[in-house]
């Protein structure tokens, strides 16, 4: 306030413009609240309620709302300082449990996170900052290039040290590429060069290794070398997927736009522009794009139905809160090819007529925030935007639920991120109340790729009812971690042993934290679709199959999951905030000597409560793991065992 | 049934309803009762407690029905034993976190989990858990009411009131999943948070975790009566619960169109001053003021009255008394508190205390539209597409249509502000107007320059067939320019265009104003400047247009209405048209004064000098109210026979030979006219303490002691019946249309007439809309260099007005004294801290006070409330007026201040 002066006026920058805010609403302060108390908290701990009144007033609202907020997220209520473990299921199935246990008796002070998107190669933890900037270099024309991942997962492979030495090994005309992953991790780290106009590589590479790869690289006799595989689009791996989506990672650097433009970015988007907002329906529709983020929702009618609105300002929102352990595409696409993403956006904002993108990404990925925001401004740079959108990236602040599509739209109005009722549907009242789409990285990456391919190309493979193609990510203990992209179709056990190899595997959760856990041998016949899945008792969800070896402990993982919700829930509906809890006791119980008579049917009861009544699948599906584990594992719940 | 839109059925039986609405609130109207817990008629649906699952044809599993909408041929089951199953396991988590210590809750018989629970048959808890709450502590913090934690069942339905009634966002849930619980601002006890006590949480909290003391302390009351507020003039509509004769509870009514569930702190909870000890309980009477004063019986203390009267009215003549009647009081006692004077006495020297609020918007809307009136309704703000707020603070002063306004802010409406100190009211409008105190006639003009000079008036139609002056009113304004204007207020030009071509790009425009408006040396040429610009852009006789006062107290409206005024009878029909008068007298077969009348400033004058040698002041405090109060005090002082009606010992009474021990609001019958014109009953619910009697029938009574009559029976109603008869426009009212929740809404002439939301909506009382151009002027008062200050005075959300009730409840435990408040860089200079004491002086008076420092004041302003008699602020104020109505200039005092270090 200017003293004796008038305030400035402020309708003329609220109420317009392409965000459209609300112009007074305390309850919904906007996401910067989540950006002001993470800086807060990082600088100075834990504001006290004085602090927490200023801080309220700079976001016009207050300081019971703040408080709130900051009581709802774990990464503004855990110690910044401490060494994060991952939780995640793929970790676990790789002893990260052990790895926790370990670290605290020797004293370290540690805490559970669920999943920083490296499932491929854990157990993982988090000390500190973020990984440094990846390690290039620029060569001169005429000179040999070298391209190593720059995917975290890579990276958590050795990646990183290897592009080091290499750089220190390559000549001075050759040039050290940075690029997304290939998703082939049991051959990580990996060395391509540039070998007369097609791509070879090394692999998996050790750092030591690196000068005599680029030795066998300036000789020209790459093929001797004991690492060679040889060029990697005839990689066996490589040569059987339909990479649509998949196919810019590894390519070219993540946020060379011009490079990405060679490799067909933006095409989609240029198609997108000539047929307008009834032809992308069409397109969308025609190919069967099915929302990837986990109830294979259909993409169009989503699309549709916000395209009907009259709302002068709509969102077009990208879930990238990608919380189920096992699943990482999201990730590796933001970090691999973020334009894929942007594009995505564009497409579905030139469908609805949407002013503004907003992408939800999850705090666990701050190298992929980098990325992203670099594409974002390199995009916006070269007017892709055109007139009319603008996107900024918002990062959340450890919440499962927030991956939710309204608890997300709550979570990026600075809110607490509790489920919203449906309807209202987010395409009719969405962020701020007005229309909005949320579609997750993948499937608006799918929707670039669909209208660059054609919605016929698209619409040619799969199944029936899922068409296009699916992203796999197999982790856990596999003989190959991978992230493979193919038709739907075949069985889910072909899949596993043509890509990963399932020797020791004996049980495998499919779709996330939520979805159920099969035998192994259940797959075999099941078909790779939405609807394969969902007959078989599971669901397909983000497309993550995690493996469990001979050390699976169906108990300790029924209560792990069941910990896992009732720390997740949201606490919005009484199914879940009171459910998850009694079931996580009753759990403690059964097949100890605590058990109780009736605590069988307790549970079963309990199950019939929450899957038939929760607001949304959290509650809804918190059963399912618990469920399809102690039907199949039903001797590992005997009432003998020691608690 | 004609306007419903679908059919569906519900467990068979088919239902008509409105589309748009869910099914649950179709089965609610429907008489189908659907189990839930966190769903409420008063909030949106939230869907968190499940319980209201149901089952719908052709769609799997189940669906919540509080946040479904009911379509078109719908088929809803909701009672199937698989959704009594379900609601059944729901109903046993609920439990299994809870106290069960049913019998010694004090929400035993009232609590909705009992309710659930017993409806579905909860036999048993199979769960072997602790609640897990229960060691955390009940917060009694708050006067009002507690917060027991272990007993909340997390439905969020206090959040959400306080949310989207209240709009004070005071509460939040700390912790996520099962750790959730209710908190109150950043984690602290209710006292210490935003909370203002409005009571919304209490209402709509299910079960015992938040609890009213007071009902706590009583048990459930006996009876509910159904009246109207006490307080300010929004006039909510509240059931009193009774038990014996103390009361328990004020529930505020959801059927109101007024205040749809909703209260302030004082209305739900500060009508405790009913029972308080010090409550006048039996006339008191003595010879002298320097004598004590003794009890004595009604018989006697009329008896004194009509020998002092009858006898000054024999030396003096009538003009030689004078009455103040009250705007708290109702409008049978100020019509016949005007009928006393003009009929028994025989004089016109009859006033209100509204004369020192909202005088000048009688006047100034009399002026432009030919009635002292809101023009709208309060519903309107639900409407409209921006709100023009000059001089009000309603969070504070008028806190339930304050909420109102709020949730329309919430929905888009826009906002602008006019006022000199950057309220919270203020820093949520769009542009905020901090203008120079004094400056409002310019800046209304200033505006209506730019809507003319950029062509943003009403059509030429409208111009043509509305409104008269527009000629020599655009001469006037074109002086006005944006640069003059900016100088004059101190606004910027730029902040002056938006706020001009805002106001004018609306379809809708609606303004409300304060005491800020009126409370001036030029208050009613500010009011007429406002409703010219209303006028100009067609901002009247429409949905979410008008210019609608927020009146003070409860009946500020009514008390004029009423005729208690000097130069007007009922319904402001003019005392000097001789018409009128022989209309009067024949209706009260007595032939009225021809005499003018005198407001009661003159009056207090004429005291001074002489003329004026009694008078009766009901139900006012103006030794204390009123500013230069040394000057009202000696004129007291000086009457040979003052009588003063009341329900404590006030300021005034101290000055007082006889004392006549009034009844409250909830001990009398009769109606309040709210700010929008409506009537509503007030419902004797308590029986007066000791010998009190209500207002209208001491005068009644006193009437009859002169050996003049005016009653024709002990029946309110009969008092309504006879005013209405005398005045067209409330012709068509009687107390049978008053009892639905609605009421009506003046004019009403005839039985079948709805009652009037919106006034002037094809034609202006007067006719013609006139355009009014007073000239600007400087303020009366003015700074000097002894007195550099200009100090604005207001009031606080926790006292109402003189604070003779509410300093009498636990709201003072909120505030205790009053401040003086002065923007920090002006206390730095004088080297004042926050909190320290100071002198404030003027030249009549030099008082100490409490210095807050202030960023929201403008610098050299100061501004304090009044609530406090000890603190003797009204001593500091001038005497200075509106110069048309006698208004007081409240709002602009020159002064100095302190440090008193």
Known sequence: MKSGNGTEPKVAADSVGLQGRPLWNPARPGHELLESLRKEITANGMPGADRIREIAEEHTTTAAKVRGVIGYYSDLTKDPSSVKVCMGEACRSRGAAGMFDDLKTSGVKVDMIHCTGRCACGPIKVEGEPANEPLTKTGVEGGNTFFVSMDTASRELGSELLANRLAESIGERDSLVRTGSRGLFHLEPMVEVDAGGQRVAFGPVNEDESGTISAAVASGDLAKHNKYLGPVAELDLMISQTRHTMGRLGECNPTDLNGMRRLGAYVGLAKAREIGSAGILDVVEKAGLRGRGGAGFPAGFKWRAAAKETSPVKYVVANADEGDAGTFIDRMLIEGDPHSLIEGMLIAAEAIGATYGHVYLRSEYPEARVILQQAIDDARAAGLFGTGYDMEINVGAGAYVCGEETALLESLEGRRGEVRARPPFPAQEGLFGKPTIVNNVLTLAMAAAILREGAEAVAALGTEKSRGTVVAQIVGKVQRPVCVEVPFGGTVGGLLRDYSGVEGVTAIQVGGPLGSVFRTKELDEVELSFEGLAEAGGLLGHGGFVCYGEDFSPREEVIHWMNFFAEESCGKCTPCRIGTRRALEILDRVGTGEESGGDRDLLTDLDEVMTNTSLCALGGLAMNPVRSTMEKWPEAFTASKEK | MNNDSISLTIDGKEIHARDGRTIMQVARDADLSIPSLCDSSELKGFGSCRMCVVEIEGRRGTTASCTTPATDGMVVSTRTDQLWKLRRGIVELYVSEHPLDCLTCSANGNCELQDVAAEVGLREVRYENEPSNTERGIDSSNPFFFFDPSKCIVCSRCIRACDDLQVTHALSIDGRGFDSRIIAG????????????????????????????????????????????????????????????????????????????????????????????????????????????????????????????????????????????????????????????????????????????????????????????????????????????????????????????????????????????????????????????????????????????????????????????????????????????????????????????????????????????????????????????????????????????????????????????????????????????????????????????????????????????????????????????????????????????????????????????????????????????????????????????????????????????????????????????????????????????????????????????????????????????????????????????????????????????????????????????????????????DGSSVWLSSPRKKIKMVAKHSAELRRGNLFTTFHFPEIGLNGVLSSSADGLTGCPEFKVQAVNIESAK
């Open chain 2, 186 to 833: 950043a984690d602290e006890s209710f006292k210490e948070s935003d909370c203002v006590s409005c009571g919304a949480c209490v209402n709509e909290c299910p079960v015992g975790a938040l609890e009213e003391k007071q009902l706590r302390a009583a048990g459930n009351p006996d009876k509910w009566v159904r009246t109207t507020c006490g307080f300010c003039g929004v006039g909510c509509q509240f059931d009193a619960g009774i038990k014996g004769n103390q009361l328990v509870a004020m529930k505020p009514a959801s059927d109101s169109p007024v205040n749809n569930g909703h209260s302030c702190v004082k209305g739900r909870f500060a009508s405790a001053y009913v029972n308080h000890k010090e409550r006048l309980t039996t006339p008191l009477i003595r010879e002298s003021i320097d004598d004590e004063f003794r009890e004595a019986s009604w018989e006697e203390v009329y008896a004194f009255i009509t020998e002092r009267w009858k006898q000054i009215l024999e030396e003096s003549g009538a003009d030689a008394l004078g009455t103040i009647t009250s705007s708290r009081s109702t409008n049978e006692l100020n019509y016949l508190g005007s009928k006393l004077m003009r009929a028994v006495v025989g004089t016109n020297n009859v006033d209100n205390c509204a004369r020192v609020c909202h005088s000048a918007t009688v006047k100034g809307m009399m002026k432009v539209f030919g009635a002292g009136a809101g023009t709208n309704s309060l519903r309107d703000i639900d409407v409209t597409d921006l709100l023009l707020a000059s001089g009000c603070n309603p969070i504070h002063g008028h806190p339930v249509t304050g909420s109102r306004i709020m949730r329309a802010r919430k929905r888009g409406m826009k906002l602008i502000v006019a006022d000199p100190i950057n309220t919270e009211f203020a820093q949520m409008a769009d542009i905020h107007l901090q203008l120079r105190p004094g400056t409002n006639v310019a800046l209304f003009q200033g505006m209506a320059h730019i809507v003319l000079r950029d062509g943003l008036e009403a059509s030429s139609e409208w111009m043509e067939t509305r409104t008269e002056n527009l000629e020599p009113f655009k001469e006037m304004i074109a002086e006005m320019t944006p640069e003059r204007c900016s100088e004059l207020t101190t606004i910027p030009v730029e902040t002056l265009e938006a706020a001009a071509k805002l106001y004018a790009s609306v379809d809708a425009a609606m303004s409300v104003h304060g005491l800020g408006m009126t409370e001036h040396s030029h208050g009613s040429e500010g009011v007429m400047a406002l409703a010219s610009l209303a006028l100009l852009t067609g901002n009247v006789g429409r949905s979410g247009t008008g210019i609608n006062p927020l009146r003070g107290q409860n009946n500020v409206q009514g008390s004029c209405d009423m005729g208690a005024l000097p130069n007007v009878y009922t319904n402001y029909q003019s005392a000097d048209d001789v018409e009128q008068q022989e209309k009067v007298s024949a209706a009260w077969g007595v032939k009225v004064p021809t005499k003018e009348g005198m407001t009661y400033p003159k009056m207090l004058h004429a005291i001074k000098e002489g003329n004026v040698r009694s008078m009766y002041m009901i139900g006012s405090d103006i030794a204390h109210t009123d500013p230069n109060n040394q000057f009202v005090q000696e004129a007291l002082g000086q009457l040979e026979l003052l009588i003063v009606q009341d329900i404590f010992m006030t300021e005034s009474a101290k000055f007082a030979h006889i004392i006549l021990p009034a009844a409250t609001f909830l001990e009398s019958n009769g109606t309040y006219t709210n700010g929008e014109r409506r009537i509503q009953r007030i419902r004797k619910a308590l029986d007066p303490p000791g010998q009190a009697k209500e207002d209208w029938l001491i005068v009644a009574e006193l009437a009859e002691a002169m050996g003049h009559p005016i009653v024709s029976s002990r029946n309110v109603s009969d008092i309504w019946d006879e005013m209405a008869a005398l005045t067209p426009n409330f012709a068509g009212i009687n107390y049978e249309r008053l009892e639905s929740p609605e009421a009506i809404q003046w004019p009403a002439p005839s039985p079948d007439h709805p009652g009037t939301m919106v006034m002037h909506d094809t034609v202006f009382n007067r006719g013609r809309g006139h355009f009014a151009a007073p000239g600007f002027e400087e303020p009366n008062e003015k700074t000097s260099s002894d007195y550099p200050f200009i100090m604005i005075t207001g009031r606080h959300l926790f006292h109402y007005n003189a604070g003779t009730q509410t300093r009498r409840t636990p709201l003072s435990e909120y505030s205790s004294t009053d401040y003086l408040e002065i923007h920090p860089d002006d206390a730095t200079g004088l080297g004042i801290d």
